[in-house]
Each structure stands twice: as structure tokens, then as C-alpha cells.
């Protein structure tokens, strides 16, 4: 009899509830080129990375805000706070690879490869409220004005 393997039939535990994802799969920019303007806006808030995207003037930039509207769209539908919200996890991965030829002179050939990506957007409620107080600053500031007064 075949031992069983107590960390695979362990029960798997539910994802964080707090976290909200958006992909956009075989997207036709090379991976290395979505990279370079994604990491601007990981770790950030998620509507002051709407901003920086809707600036910049790469067309990943174009193809990443699509994907982040769409992660803070899923987060609303399932009742986080707009205003709360970061960007907690952005990825670009390779896609499949589509494989062309150009002809060259004496009868040889050169490889194009035509990259895809796959982005993956992860966006989490944070404690902080972007673009205002959180409810925690609100309380302290009470507190500090009825000591003075």
C-alpha cells in the first residue's frame, strides 16, 4: 500500500478575500516591454496608478490601465473600497510565441519571434484611504482637538 502524503491531502485554504485579480491574456507585446511599465505603479495606490498609466505613452501603458480598471471594477462588485485599494501584485508572463521567417540573400532565412504576454493584476484593500483620511486619522485629529480645547 502507497504511503499517503499528509501535505497533499491537507484541506487547501481559501485565497484572501481581501484580494481581487484581473488577467488579460495573449496580449501582443513582448513581455519585456509591459514590464518596464508596469514596475512604475506596483506597490502603489490603485487609482494614483490609473493616473500614472493614463500619462504615460507606451502602448502597455494602454494595456495595463484596461487590465487595472478591471481589477478595481471586480473590487467593487464584491464590496472593498474603491479609495482603499493597491496594487498589490502586477506580472507580466510570456505567452505563447508565434514564429515567423524573413527571407535573406544566398537562400537563407532569419527567425522573427512574435512575442504574446499574459498580465496579471493584483489589487488588495489597504488600511490607508488614498485621496483622503482614513477613518483612524479622523479619530486621532477628534481626539487631539478635544485635549486642546
Excluded: Y
Excluded at 505603479?41 to 498609466?53: D, F, N, S, T
Amino acid at each position: 500500500m502507497a504511503k499517503v502524503d499528509s501535505k497533499k491531502t491537507a484541506t487547501q485554504v481559501a485565497p484572501d478575500p481581501r484580494k481581487v485579480r484581473s488577467v488579460t491574456k495573449h496580449v501582443r507585446i513582448a513581455p519585456r516591454k509591459l514590464r518596464l511599465v508596469i514596475n512604475t505603479i506596483r506597490k502603489r495606490p490603485a487609482i494614483e496608478a490609473v493616473g500614472m498609466l493614463s500619462l504615460m505613452p507606451q502602448k502597455g501603458a494602454r494595456i495595463a490601465i484596461k487590465t487595472l480598471k478591471s481589477a478595481i471594477a471586480n473590487a467593487k462588485n464584491l464590496g472593498l473600497n474603491e479609495r482603499r485599494l493597491v496594487v498589490s501584485d502586477i506580472r507580466a508572463d510570456g505567452g505563447p510565441v508565434m514564429k515567423r521567417f524573413i527571407s535573406r540573400s544566398m537562400g537563407r532565412a532569419n527567425k522573427i519571434l512574435k512575442r504574446t504576454s499574459h498580465l496579471t493584476v493584483v489589487v488588495s484593500e489597504g488600511r490607508k484611504i488614498w485621496g483622503g483620511e482614513s477613518p483612524e486619522d479622523v479619530k486621532s485629529h477628534k481626539k487631539k482637538a478635544a485635549k486642546v480645547a
